[in-house]
């Protein structure tokens, strides 16, 4: 919980003031039923005797007095509760957020996309909930408890000592049952986790699912996660609300002691009935506000699991840390030296092994290889998603773990094979947020041949996608998103198969307009066909993480088999095509 507490830190002068109109509204609320045993016990006896109704219009005006403040007080620090607790959780969320975008590769797969959504919604909203109700309950109750049993001592102290016998063993049934319940809502939220990861796959895939008629074999998976769920949820909420009936049960018990000991105390003139009316009444709010301790402790239960499982987001350290850059800018302007790589950092699982190779300014890589060969890999640490299990990469002779991850990567422009057309304007997706000019975002949709079906949309460049891009072919997305790629003042051009849902023809187009325009641009392409990789100055063929294949086209046909293989049968179906 300490969390919550840093982020209430700014908040607490304003606390503190909606926490004394809270207790204003308390001692009002307290007051009336002291007032009401007045009213029966001495007010009304007196005015059978003299006939005057004053004192009942006076005492019953601050019993109305009362109502009134203990209304519009509560009320007012209700609003203020919840203003605090919006504002907190409006900042911790924009605090995660951030932090999530900045987490690694290697943390972002540690956690788990979907675990990172629960925690961004399920686990703010119960801190959220429990802030509130903290803010709510957690004065008024405990002051209700006390006050009540200050009061009634007044009214007869006998009485009271029963009903503070009962309180000890409330307290008891609350802390066990608080003890067994926060560690269970740990294991809910980890199974919400597994909910929503198989929930984003299946609406991810929907369309794979329906074309291959697996709703059924979904449906169960589903089911399975959702009843894991459940089960968790049923386990936790069982062992908590075993606290309602055991409270009522003790409560219960106390209240029917104080009936039959006000009783004969009545019988025996020790006591007046309107005390002991005073004394039920009290008691039903001793109740109600041992009944709403409970539920603070069962959403601080929750708050404490989710708190710890957002703690763990925030409190995660940069892995990727800048070194500092000794040395003089090198010719090279790409070069990567022996690299190794292990998504596990095991160097008996490396997906990428001794890996070399270097381009000069203006030089054009392209990568080829069977799917699962390592190439999207070495993108990914080339933009430093992950770091290198070994070896080192240069750009521009410094290694990139020299540079500030902003300024490294500024310099490249990227199209991912699987990227996403946010659900924005066509021109916000090309721009993404870089202030770019119309000319700009023009010329780099031409250049991907997406300007013509871009403007053919209603709206044209201010058309809005459809969420991941829904209202657009395969093909038209994959141009959108090197039209992304293109736009704007980038050194490297990564093509991550950014062309396989395109025909030849137009990937051929695509790729003579980068050469032409793009012509101080180091363009890396990794691609399954040979044609998309034909033209570029040094070609690697990467199998299981290793170069088997190293050279221009013509020199790896004279030296590559498999490359040699490829060749054949790719350019063989483009022949009898």
């Not at 203020?80 to 907190?88: F, L």
């Not at 009290?282 to 109600?288: A, E, P």
């Not at 710890?308 to 409190?315: F, Q, S, Y």
């Not at 946010?422 to 000319?439: A, M, P, Q, W, Y």
Request: net charge neutral.
């Amino acid at each position: 919980m300490r969390l919550i507490f840093n982020y209430l830190r700014p908040y607490y002068g304003r606390m503190m003031f909606g926490l004394l109109v809270k207790i204003a509204g308390t001692v009002a609320e307290l007051f009336m039923p002291w007032i009401l045993a007045h009213i029966l016990d001495v007010v009304i006896p007196e005015v059978k005797i003299s006939g005057q109704m004053y004192e009942v219009l006076f005492w019953g005006g601050m019993m109305l007095l009362m109502a009134v403040l203990a209304r519009n007080f509560n009320v007012y620090a209700n609003r203020k509760a919840a203003e605090v607790s919006k504002n907190t959780i409006y900042i911790l969320r924009n605090d995660l957020f951030q932090k999530i975008l900045h987490l690694s590769g290697k943390q972002t797969d540690k956690v788990g996309i979907p675990s990172l959504i629960s925690r961004m919604t399920t686990d703010t909203y119960n801190i959220h909930h429990a802030i509130n109700m903290m803010q709510r309950m957690g004065v008024r109750a405990p002051m209700i408890i006390l006050g009540g049993l200050v009061i009634t001592a007044t009214l007869d102290p006998v009485l009271t000592l029963v009903l503070a016998g009962t309180l000890p063993f409330v307290v008891a049934v609350v802390v066990l049952i608080s003890q067994k319940g926060i560690p269970l809502y740990g294991t809910v939220q980890q199974a919400i986790d597994v909910m929503v990861r198989t929930l984003r796959e299946d609406v991810a895939g929907i369309r794979v699912i329906k074309a291959l008629s697996k709703k059924e074999y979904e449906k169960k998976r589903f089911e399975k996660a959702n009843e894991e769920v459940s089960e968790k949820e049923l386990t936790a909420s069982g062992v908590m609300a075993a606290s309602g009936p055991l409270l009522n049960f003790c409560l219960n018990m106390g209240l029917t002691m104080v009936v039959i000991v006000g009783a004969y105390r009545v019988n025996a003139g020790l006591t007046q009935a309107g005390k002991i009316v005073a004394f039920l009444t009290y008691f039903t709010m001793i109740l109600n506000a041992v009944i709403a301790i409970n539920r603070i402790f069962v959403m601080f239960s929750k708050a404490s699991a989710s708190s710890e499982r957002i703690g763990m987001v925030l409190d995660a350290e940069d892995d990727l840390v800048v070194e500092q850059f000794r040395g003089f800018p090198g010719q090279t302007r790409l070069e990567f030296r022996n690299v190794s790589f292990s998504y596990q950092g095991e160097k008996d699982k490396l997906c990428l092994e001794q890996v070399s190779f270097s381009l000069k300014p203006g030089e054009n890589l392209g990568i080829i290889g069977a799917t699962g060969s390592g190439k999207t890999t070495l993108l990914n640490l080339l933009m430093r998603f992950y770091d290198v299990t070994e070896g080192e990469i240069l750009v521009d002779g410094r290694n990139i773990k020299t540079y500030p991850l902003q300024e490294l990567r500024r310099k490249f422009g990227v199209a991912f094979q699987n990227d996403v057309v946010f659900h924005d304007t066509v021109r916000e997706n090309i721009s993404f947020g870089r202030e770019l000019s119309e000319k700009q975002i023009i010329e780099a949709a031409k250049q991907a041949k997406a300007y013509e079906f871009i403007m053919e949309k209603e709206g044209g460049l201010e058309h809005v996608a459809a969420i991941k891009g829904a209202d657009f072919s395969g093909g038209q997305k994959q141009r959108l998103l090197v039209a992304r790629a293109l736009a704007g003042d980038t050194e490297f051009l990564l093509l991550d198969d950014a062309s396989s849902a395109l025909d030849y023809k137009t990937d051929a187009y695509i790729r003579k307009q980068i050469r032409e325009q793009k012509q101080g641009t180091t363009m890396i392409s990794v691609a399954q066909r040979i044609s998309s990789v034909m033209q570029s100055d040094l070609i690697l063929v990467l199998e299981d993480g290793k170069i088997i294949g190293k050279g221009t086209h013509e020199e790896l046909l004279l030296t590559c088999e498999t490359y040699r293989e490829i060749y054949k049968s790719q350019m063989g179906q483009e022949l009898s095509a």
